[in-house]
């Protein structure tokens, strides 16, 4: 079966192509990055009309890729939340449309749940059961992952998600947007030990993750600091030491309290160097696997996308004509297969 996948949650345009018995064929991945960069943050309005400009030619370009027909495919999925509406619209509207005009199924992807099953597109996959590490720029979430749909939350942020406080903290550091990755290449010029920030939710039990404060503590830490680049580096560097060993320590309670041995991280800040080579060492500790997406395919993009769609196309489900979208979609209440 071969899976059309579209994703227009937020500011990125991705399409994929997913074969069930050959694998990827294609993926094209389109960055609003440049279109939002003066404005400091994703503009929703005009992330929407991006998408609307940049969807059919990256569909045109990933049937080219594949060499395709629109005949040769045989499912569409699509992102139908969490995500901005505008914008979830669009690509809602263009896969629903296209598999009516195709006449094949279509089927409404969890943005979340693409990210959690993206390392299934590496040579070396996961086997289930396992546990997740959901970190992008909304959610920070900790996931059972039985299997194919049967996801059980364990643990996620009370505030900001670990992204949002990478974003936010690089914003009060005057780093342009996409704050995240700039504050992490900062951060690896940094020399450890100048300052320590707290470890939020470590010192008492369960799995929840708050950032917020660290955003705070960043901003004081900021203004009685000086101004050079070295100093903001250290700063840069604390701050990441911080959600990383919060990360972990989170991790590492999750695996103990169910008894597995198995991450999977996925979501935009499962880029981060410095959270896979702790997560690395950690696994290596406990004689464990950790398992993580290429880069490319840790931030948003359709390939994640037409994979969870082909295995829930394949296992016989499909929406109706009606186009739905589900901005807020708590990712247990996605149906059972
Ligand atoms: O998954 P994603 O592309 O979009 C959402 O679904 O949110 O994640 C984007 C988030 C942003 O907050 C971005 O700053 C963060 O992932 N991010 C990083 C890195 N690369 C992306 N955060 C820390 N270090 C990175 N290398
Ligand atoms: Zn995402």
Redesign the pocket.
Same mark, same amino acid.
Not at 178 to 181: A, L
């Given at each position: 079966m071969r899976v059309l996948g579209i994703e227009t949650s937020?500011d990125e345009t991705g399409i994929a192509i997913y074969d069930t018995e050959q694998g990827l064929l294609a993926h094209q991945l389109y960055s609003q990055v440049k279109l939002h960069a003066d404005y400091g943050g994703v503009v929703p309005e005009l992330a929407s009309r991006d998408h609307v400009r940049k969807a059919l030619p990256l569909i045109q370009a990933a049937l080219d890729e594949a060499q395709l027909d629109a005949a040769d495919i045989d499912g569409i999925a699509y992102t139908a939340g969490p995500g901005l509406v505008g914008a979830l619209l669009v690509g809602a509207c263009i896969g629903r449309s296209l598999a009516y005009g195709w006449q094949v199924p279509a089927v409404a992807v969890h $943005?979340m749940e693409g $990210?959690l099953l993206a390392p299934m597109l590496e040579d070396v996959a996961p086997e289930f059961p396992f546990i997740a590490l959901l970190v992008? %720029? %909304?959610h920070t979430q900790l996931v059972k992952v039985a299997g194919i749909g049967s996801y059980q939350l364990l643990g996620e942020s009370v505030d900001d998600a670990a #992204?949002?406080a990478? =974003?936010k903290t690089a914003k009060l550091m005057g780093l342009d947007y !996409? #704050? %995240? !990755?700039r504050l992490?290449a900062l951060a690896e010029q940094g020399e450890a030990g100048h300052y320590k920030f707290p470890r939020p939710m470590t010192d008492r039990p369960g799995l929840d993750f708050s950032f917020s404060g660290l955003k705070t503590f960043a901003a004081n830490t900021l203004a009685k600091a000086e101004q050079d680049t070295q100093t903001q580096a250290n700063i840069a560097r604390a701050f990441q030491e911080a959600v990383v060993d919060t990360l972990v320590i989170k991790c590492r309670r999750a695996l103990k309290e169910t008894g597995l041995k198995r991450l999977v991280v996925a %979501? #935009?800040?499962s880029?981060?160097h410095e959270l896979r080579r702790q997560l690395h060492d950690f696994a290596r500790q406990i004689n464990g696997e950790v398992f993580f997406p290429r880069a490319e395919f840790c931030? =948003?993009n359709g390939a994640m996308i037409a994979y969870a769609g082909a295995q829930r196309l394949a296992a016989g489900e499909a929406v109706d004509t009606k186009v739905k979208t589900f901005p807020r979609w708590p990712l247990e209440q996605l149906n059972q297969p």
């Open positions: 937020c $943005h $990210h992008s %720029g %909304g #992204g949002e990478f =974003d !996409p #704050g %995240g !990755p992490a %979501g #935009g800040v880029a981060n931030t =948003d």
